[in-house]
């Protein structure tokens, strides 16, 4: 049983890992894009705000599941 909660710990920290990355990729990416925006249209900023918050805030909320799935974890 121990390494099966091992294993999942694994598998999880993998996952939020992975999402961290993503989430930072992204952030720099909207940053990036933001600012070409910016310069070439300058009134289409909101929309790449509006896209910008609502893909973080998806990938926040995946990231707050997976650490409420190690809390809440009840297959002892």
Not at 20 to 30: C, D, E, G, S
Request: some cysteine; glycine content about 10%; aromatic content about 18%.
């Amino acid at each position: 049983m121990l390494i099966i909660h091992i294993l999942i710990g694994i598998i999880f920290g993998y996952i939020i890992w992975k999402l961290l990355k993503v989430t930072f990729k992204l952030i720099i990416w909207l940053l990036l894009i933001g600012l070409i925006v910016t310069f070439i249209f300058p009134k289409a900023l909101f929309l790449v705000g509006g896209i910008g918050f609502l893909v973080l805030s998806t990938l926040g909320v995946l990231l707050i599941l997976c650490l409420l799935g190690f809390f809440f974890f009840e297959n002892d």
